[in-house]
């Protein structure tokens, strides 16, 4: 490798939205011109929690949609390999080496996990969502990557993968980098309800490609202060989703400062303070609904992205899967059968 790489990605499972803009994209932006940087379209992943055949049948456009928010966020094509992860089937033959360098107990203590299936309704884990950090880190270590930027509730993941890395060089010998995490600043950004983190299968999201009235709607209709029945009562500031928002997209500190102010005093009523919140947040996605407008003006280019990531990654995961295999002995095992099995029949066999 002639560059250090970074592996991101996501879940196809529908658009991007401002927690995966402030948990990582942000910082993938910022890193991508640093690093050889992979993006998985981590189709695998969505298995764990959404199954059925109309799920897969959305992946394609999931995967088109996903790819676009990321170009749109900041990340340049020509900078980036983009891949499908169910088109490289040799990572599922490195999850099934790697699964047995870890514990079940181990995976069990990984919080995200019962969160995620809390979310998608299941009362039950399954098998494959347990084990979603060791397909998590095949994903990592197939390409050798070398630095992870996760948001804070996928960072427990990342040190899975780099507990696997560890025990396979311990035992093998050095073959994948230990990849470090780099993790936002931003604190998990809660969801419009007020009721948890940002997520799409809560239906609690802004988008990235929201446009400035669906915006506006939903952040009217934003959990506040649910003590606070008139304008003129002294409101909670700290906790508030709507102030934690301006904290995090208005760049108008004295605005926001001002704003708290009232809201501490009862002089300022929520509509108003929405309002204003509304304002910063469309000039905040104006220019990524311009580069997204900018990309879908080239029919054709997400999906190039998509299919020639994809194949060279199917290159680079080969060759790590073969060197993976030599490093654990499994490639001279059958060689080994083969050539006993080929001096016993010239041994053997009759003379015509």
Do not use: W
């Not at 490798?1 to 499972?13: I, K, N, V």
């Amino acid at each position: 490798m002639s560059a250090a790489r970074m592996l991101t990605g996501d879940r196809p499972t529908g658009r991007l939205h401002l927690g995966h803009l402030v948990g990582s994209i942000a910082n993938r932006v910022r890193l991508h011109q640093r690093y050889e940087s992979f993006f998985i379209i981590a189709d695998l992943h969505m298995l764990t929690t959404r199954n059925t055949r109309e799920d897969i049948e959305r992946v394609a456009h999931n995967a088109r949609e996903m790819v676009t928010d990321v170009l749109a966020a900041g990340v340049e094509p020509d900078r980036a390999t983009f891949y499908l992860q169910s088109a490289l089937p040799e990572v599922g033959d490195l999850n099934t080496l790697l699964q047995n360098l870890v514990t079940v107990p181990r995976l069990e203590r990984v919080p995200s996990l019962k969160e995620m299936a809390r979310d998608a309704g299941r009362e039950e884990m399954p098998y494959g969502l347990l084990g979603y950090p060791v397909l998590q880190a095949a994903d990592i270590l197939c390409v050798k990557g070398q630095v992870v930027p996760v948001g804070r509730d996928n960072a427990a993941h990342v040190e899975v993968t780099r507990e696997i890395a560890r025990r396979f060089n311990h035992l093998y010998g050095e073959v994948f980098p230990v990849p470090e995490l780099i993790m936002s600043e931003t604190p998990t950004l809660v969801g419009t309800d007020g009721a948890g983190k940002m997520s799409k299968s809560r239906g609690n999201a802004v988008a990235l490609a929201d446009d400035a009235a669906t915006v506006r709607r939903k952040v009217l209709g934003m959990y506040t202060d649910p003590n606070r029945i008139r304008a003129d009562v002294p409101g909670t500031v700290e906790g508030n989703p709507v102030f934690a928002y301006h904290d995090v997209f208005n760049p108008d500190r004295a605005q926001v400062a001002e704003l708290k102010e009232r809201y501490r005093a009862g002089r300022v009523g929520d509509v108003e303070v929405k309002e204003a919140l509304a304002v910063a947040l469309n000039r905040f996605l104006d220019p990524i609904r311009e580069r997204r407008a900018r990309f879908a003006d080239r029919p054709g280019l997400v999906d190039e992205l998509i299919h020639t990531g994809t194949e060279r990654t199917r290159a680079e995961v080969r060759r790590t899967l073969v060197e993976v295999r030599r490093a654990m002995g499994l490639t001279g095992t059958y060689t080994r059968i083969r050539r006993r099995a080929e001096r016993h029949g010239k041994a053997t066999a009759t003379p015509a």
